[in-house]
Protein backbone atom coordinates (compact mmCIF):
# COMPACT_ATOMS: atom_id res chain seq x y z
CA UNK A 1 0.00 0.00 0.00
CA UNK A 2 1.49 3.33 -0.91
CA UNK A 3 1.91 5.35 2.26
CA UNK A 4 3.84 8.79 3.56
CA UNK A 5 5.35 9.00 6.72
CA UNK A 6 5.95 12.01 8.44
CA UNK A 7 8.99 11.51 11.10
CA UNK A 8 8.96 12.74 14.76
CA UNK A 9 12.14 14.14 15.26
CA UNK A 10 13.41 14.56 18.47
CA UNK A 11 13.67 18.38 18.28
CA UNK A 12 9.73 18.20 17.61
CA UNK A 13 9.37 18.27 21.88
CA UNK A 14 11.48 21.29 21.98
CA UNK A 15 9.51 23.47 24.02
CA UNK A 16 11.47 26.38 25.42
CA UNK A 17 11.84 29.86 24.26
CA UNK A 18 11.62 30.76 20.83
CA UNK A 19 12.35 34.69 19.68
CA UNK A 20 14.53 36.74 17.92
CA UNK A 21 16.99 37.38 21.38
CA UNK A 22 17.18 33.44 21.82
CA UNK A 23 17.01 32.17 17.74
CA UNK A 24 14.74 29.49 16.58
CA UNK A 25 14.76 25.76 17.52
CA UNK A 26 15.37 24.28 14.18
CA UNK A 27 12.64 21.46 14.22
CA UNK A 28 14.24 18.88 11.63
CA UNK A 29 12.41 17.31 8.86
CA UNK A 30 12.11 13.65 7.68
CA UNK A 31 9.83 11.96 5.31
CA UNK A 32 9.20 8.17 3.99
CA UNK A 33 7.46 7.09 1.15
CA UNK A 34 6.55 3.80 0.75
CA UNK A 35 5.35 2.83 -2.73
CA UNK A 36 2.81 0.41 -3.73
CA UNK A 37 5.48 -2.79 -3.87
CA UNK A 38 7.48 -1.47 -1.11
CA UNK A 39 9.94 0.66 -2.63
CA UNK A 40 11.21 3.33 -0.01
CA UNK A 41 12.39 7.13 -1.28
CA UNK A 42 13.44 9.52 1.55
CA UNK A 43 12.86 13.69 1.97
CA UNK A 44 15.30 15.11 3.64
CA UNK A 45 15.54 12.65 7.52
CA UNK A 46 16.44 15.36 10.19
CA UNK A 47 19.20 16.24 12.58
CA UNK A 48 22.11 14.23 13.26
CA UNK A 49 20.36 13.06 16.74
CA UNK A 50 17.72 11.43 14.91
CA UNK A 51 19.61 8.79 13.07
CA UNK A 52 19.31 5.89 14.50
CA UNK A 53 15.51 6.21 15.08
CA UNK A 54 14.87 6.89 11.30
CA UNK A 55 17.40 4.11 10.57
CA UNK A 56 14.86 1.87 12.68
CA UNK A 57 12.41 3.25 11.11
CA UNK A 58 13.73 2.39 7.57
CA UNK A 59 14.35 -0.81 8.92
CA UNK A 60 10.57 -1.47 9.98
CA UNK A 61 9.07 -0.53 6.56
CA UNK A 62 11.63 -2.87 4.97
CA UNK A 63 9.93 -5.85 7.04
CA UNK A 64 13.12 -6.66 9.08
CA UNK A 65 15.63 -6.56 5.80
CA UNK A 66 17.97 -4.15 5.10
CA UNK A 67 16.19 -1.47 3.57
CA UNK A 68 16.82 -0.47 0.31
CA UNK A 69 16.52 3.87 -0.71
CA UNK A 70 15.68 3.99 -4.36
CA UNK A 71 15.82 8.09 -3.94
CA UNK A 72 17.18 10.00 -0.88
CA UNK A 73 15.35 13.87 -1.97
CA UNK A 74 17.53 16.45 -0.14
CA UNK A 75 15.70 19.60 -0.47
CA UNK A 76 18.56 22.12 1.21
CA UNK A 77 21.74 21.57 2.51
CA UNK A 78 20.79 22.52 6.34
CA UNK A 79 22.13 20.14 9.07
CA UNK A 80 18.32 19.53 10.29
CA UNK A 81 17.83 18.42 7.04
CA UNK A 82 20.54 16.63 6.26
CA UNK A 83 21.58 15.43 9.49
CA UNK A 84 20.89 12.15 8.93
CA UNK A 85 22.41 11.03 5.65
CA UNK A 86 25.45 12.76 6.56
CA UNK A 87 25.48 10.74 10.31
CA UNK A 88 25.06 6.95 8.07
CA UNK A 89 27.27 7.82 5.41
CA UNK A 90 30.42 8.69 8.06
CA UNK A 91 29.45 5.92 10.31
CA UNK A 92 30.25 2.69 8.69
CA UNK A 93 28.13 0.13 10.65
CA UNK A 94 25.00 2.98 10.01
CA UNK A 95 25.89 2.74 6.47
CA UNK A 96 25.85 -1.25 6.79
CA UNK A 97 22.12 -1.37 7.26
CA UNK A 98 21.09 0.40 4.25
CA UNK A 99 21.33 0.95 0.65
CA UNK A 100 20.85 4.27 -1.05
CA UNK A 101 20.99 3.93 -4.89
CA UNK A 102 20.29 7.64 -5.85
CA UNK A 103 20.88 10.94 -3.78
CA UNK A 104 18.89 13.69 -5.47
CA UNK A 105 19.46 17.62 -5.29
CA UNK A 106 20.64 20.43 -6.42
CA UNK A 107 21.86 23.66 -4.81
CA UNK A 108 22.66 26.17 -7.39
CA UNK A 109 26.52 27.58 -6.37
CA UNK A 110 25.63 30.86 -7.52
CA UNK A 111 22.95 31.58 -4.88
CA UNK A 112 24.25 34.30 -2.37
CA UNK A 113 23.71 34.48 1.40
CA UNK A 114 23.09 37.70 3.06
CA UNK A 115 26.07 37.42 5.00
CA UNK A 116 28.32 37.00 1.53
CA UNK A 117 28.52 33.64 2.15
CA UNK A 118 28.41 31.05 -0.92
CA UNK A 119 27.32 28.25 0.98
CA UNK A 120 26.21 25.84 -2.13
CA UNK A 121 29.57 25.37 -2.55
CA UNK A 122 30.70 23.58 0.41
CA UNK A 123 27.54 21.95 0.31
CA UNK A 124 27.70 20.49 -3.60
CA UNK A 125 31.02 18.94 -2.26
CA UNK A 126 29.69 17.64 0.97
CA UNK A 127 26.59 16.23 -1.14
CA UNK A 128 29.55 13.85 -3.46
CA UNK A 129 31.40 12.96 -0.68
CA UNK A 130 28.29 11.45 0.90
CA UNK A 131 27.64 9.78 -2.62
CA UNK A 132 30.63 8.30 -2.74
CA UNK A 133 30.82 7.41 0.72
CA UNK A 134 27.28 5.37 0.37
CA UNK A 135 28.32 4.17 -3.25
CA UNK A 136 24.91 6.08 -4.55
CA UNK A 137 24.46 7.75 -7.96
CA UNK A 138 24.00 12.03 -8.29
CA UNK A 139 21.02 13.02 -9.95
CA UNK A 140 20.57 17.38 -9.69
CA UNK A 141 16.58 17.69 -11.24
CA UNK A 142 16.19 20.32 -14.31
CA UNK A 143 13.08 22.99 -13.80
CA UNK A 144 9.85 21.08 -14.65
CA UNK A 145 11.55 17.75 -14.88
CA UNK A 146 9.25 14.76 -14.19
CA UNK A 147 10.12 10.94 -13.17
CA UNK A 148 8.37 7.30 -12.43
CA UNK A 149 10.12 5.55 -9.02
CA UNK A 150 7.56 2.78 -9.02
CA UNK A 151 4.01 3.99 -9.58
CA UNK A 152 5.09 7.45 -8.06
CA UNK A 153 5.35 10.54 -10.60
CA UNK A 154 8.05 13.23 -9.20
CA UNK A 155 7.40 16.57 -11.00
CA UNK A 156 10.21 18.76 -9.74
CA UNK A 157 8.50 22.13 -10.01
CA UNK A 158 11.28 24.83 -8.42
CA UNK A 159 14.67 25.28 -7.71
CA UNK A 160 16.39 28.89 -7.81
CA UNK A 161 17.43 28.59 -11.24
CA UNK A 162 17.79 32.53 -11.59
CA UNK A 163 19.48 33.59 -8.54
CA UNK A 164 19.42 37.09 -9.04
CA UNK A 165 15.89 36.78 -7.79
CA UNK A 166 16.64 35.52 -4.18
CA UNK A 167 20.54 36.30 -3.90
CA UNK A 168 21.25 38.02 -0.14
CA UNK A 169 18.24 35.77 1.07
CA UNK A 170 19.06 35.58 4.88
CA UNK A 171 20.13 31.48 4.20
CA UNK A 172 20.33 28.75 1.89
CA UNK A 173 16.47 28.66 2.87
CA UNK A 174 15.86 30.19 0.00
CA UNK A 175 18.07 27.28 -2.41
CA UNK A 176 14.62 24.69 -1.25
CA UNK A 177 13.40 22.95 -4.37
CA UNK A 178 9.93 22.55 -4.39
CA UNK A 179 8.74 19.44 -6.25
CA UNK A 180 5.24 17.43 -6.13
CA UNK A 181 4.22 13.49 -5.48
CA UNK A 182 1.48 11.90 -7.38
CA UNK A 183 0.42 8.55 -5.76
CA UNK A 184 -2.78 6.59 -6.92
CA UNK A 185 -5.31 8.54 -4.66
CA UNK A 186 -3.58 11.61 -3.68
CA UNK A 187 -0.56 14.39 -4.71
CA UNK A 188 1.80 15.80 -2.21
CA UNK A 189 3.34 19.05 -2.79
CA UNK A 190 7.06 19.63 -1.13
CA UNK A 191 8.34 22.96 -0.27
CA UNK A 192 11.43 22.23 2.15
CA UNK A 193 12.10 25.28 4.17
CA UNK A 194 11.18 27.37 0.97
CA UNK A 195 11.12 31.46 1.29
CA UNK A 196 8.15 33.63 0.30
CA UNK A 197 9.74 34.57 -2.88
CA UNK A 198 10.04 30.99 -3.89
CA UNK A 199 6.52 29.83 -3.98
CA UNK A 200 6.10 33.54 -5.30
CA UNK A 201 8.05 32.40 -8.55
CA UNK A 202 6.36 28.83 -8.50
CA UNK A 203 2.54 30.52 -8.27
CA UNK A 204 3.67 32.87 -11.33
CA UNK A 205 5.10 29.73 -13.12
CA UNK A 206 2.37 27.28 -12.33
CA UNK A 207 -0.52 28.95 -11.03
CA UNK A 208 -3.82 26.62 -11.82
CA UNK A 209 -1.55 23.02 -11.56
CA UNK A 210 -0.52 23.63 -8.20
CA UNK A 211 -3.55 21.43 -6.68
CA UNK A 212 -2.55 19.28 -4.33
CA UNK A 213 -4.17 16.75 -1.48
CA UNK A 214 -1.64 17.33 0.94
CA UNK A 215 0.99 19.87 1.52
CA UNK A 216 4.49 19.75 3.42
CA UNK A 217 4.12 23.73 4.88
CA UNK A 218 7.08 25.55 3.87
CA UNK A 219 10.15 26.40 6.78
CA UNK A 220 8.45 24.69 9.68
CA UNK A 221 5.32 26.21 9.06
CA UNK A 222 6.57 29.67 10.77
CA UNK A 223 5.44 32.81 9.78
CA UNK A 224 8.53 33.90 8.27
CA UNK A 225 7.31 32.40 5.21
CA UNK A 226 3.88 31.43 3.41
CA UNK A 227 1.88 33.16 0.48
CA UNK A 228 -1.52 33.32 0.32
CA UNK A 229 -2.04 33.13 -3.21
CA UNK A 230 -0.11 29.89 -3.33
CA UNK A 231 -2.07 28.30 -0.72
CA UNK A 232 -5.15 29.16 -2.60
CA UNK A 233 -3.58 27.78 -5.69
CA UNK A 234 -2.79 24.16 -3.64
CA UNK A 235 -6.02 24.36 -1.31
CA UNK A 236 -4.53 21.31 0.30
CA UNK A 237 -7.37 19.88 3.08
CA UNK A 238 -4.18 17.90 4.71
CA UNK A 239 -0.97 19.90 6.35
CA UNK A 240 2.06 18.43 6.98
CA UNK A 241 3.94 20.58 9.72
CA UNK A 242 7.71 19.62 10.89
CA UNK A 243 7.46 21.74 13.73
CA UNK A 244 8.23 21.73 17.02
CA UNK A 245 5.70 22.90 20.26
CA UNK A 246 7.76 26.22 20.95
CA UNK A 247 7.64 26.91 17.51
CA UNK A 248 4.06 26.04 16.74
CA UNK A 249 2.63 28.02 19.95
CA UNK A 250 5.07 30.95 18.55
CA UNK A 251 3.16 31.19 14.79
CA UNK A 252 0.22 31.25 16.71
CA UNK A 253 1.26 33.43 19.36
CA UNK A 254 4.11 35.51 19.16
CA UNK A 255 4.23 35.76 15.58
CA UNK A 256 1.09 37.18 14.87
CA UNK A 257 2.65 40.75 13.71
CA UNK A 258 4.93 38.63 10.99
CA UNK A 259 4.07 39.22 7.37
CA UNK A 260 3.03 35.78 6.40
CA UNK A 261 0.97 34.85 9.75
CA UNK A 262 -2.28 35.52 8.13
CA UNK A 263 -1.40 33.31 4.83
CA UNK A 264 -0.84 30.76 7.49
CA UNK A 265 -3.19 30.81 9.05
CA UNK A 266 -5.44 30.42 6.09
CA UNK A 267 -4.08 27.67 5.28
CA UNK A 268 -4.30 26.23 8.26
CA UNK A 269 -8.12 27.03 8.69
CA UNK A 270 -8.76 25.93 5.07
CA UNK A 271 -7.48 22.16 6.04
CA UNK A 272 -9.41 19.36 7.37
CA UNK A 273 -6.78 17.58 8.74
CA UNK A 274 -2.92 19.17 10.17
CA UNK A 275 -0.34 16.65 11.00
CA UNK A 276 2.26 18.57 13.71
CA UNK A 277 5.68 16.38 13.91
CA UNK A 278 5.36 16.98 18.25
CA UNK A 279 2.68 14.65 17.93
CA UNK A 280 4.18 12.05 17.14
CA UNK A 281 5.17 9.82 13.62
CA UNK A 282 2.18 9.24 11.27
CA UNK A 283 1.11 7.24 8.21
CA UNK A 284 -1.07 8.91 5.70
CA UNK A 285 -2.40 6.31 3.33
CA UNK A 286 -2.07 7.29 -0.43
Given at each position: ??????????????????????????????????????????????????????????????????????????????????????????????????????????????????NGKASNIDANRMMAELAALCGADCHAPELDERMSVDGLEFHFLYYPYDCRIINHAFNCNA????????????????????????????????????????????????????????????????????????????????????????????????????????????????
Amino acid sequence: MEKLIQYCTKSSYYDGDFNSTVGWHAAGMGYILVTENGKLIVIDGGKPNDTEDFLALLEQQAGGKRPEVELWIMTHPHSDHFGVLHTICHTPELLARVKIRTLLYRFPEDFVEQNGKASNIDANRMMAELAALCGADCHAPELDERMSVDGLEFHFLYYPYDCRIINHAFNCNASSMIFTVQAKNKKIMFTGDAVSRNLQVVTWIYHKKLKCDILQMPHHALCDTGLLKFYKEVDAKILLEPTCIAGDRAMHTEYVGKAHAPDNAWAEENAEQIHRTFEGTVEIPL
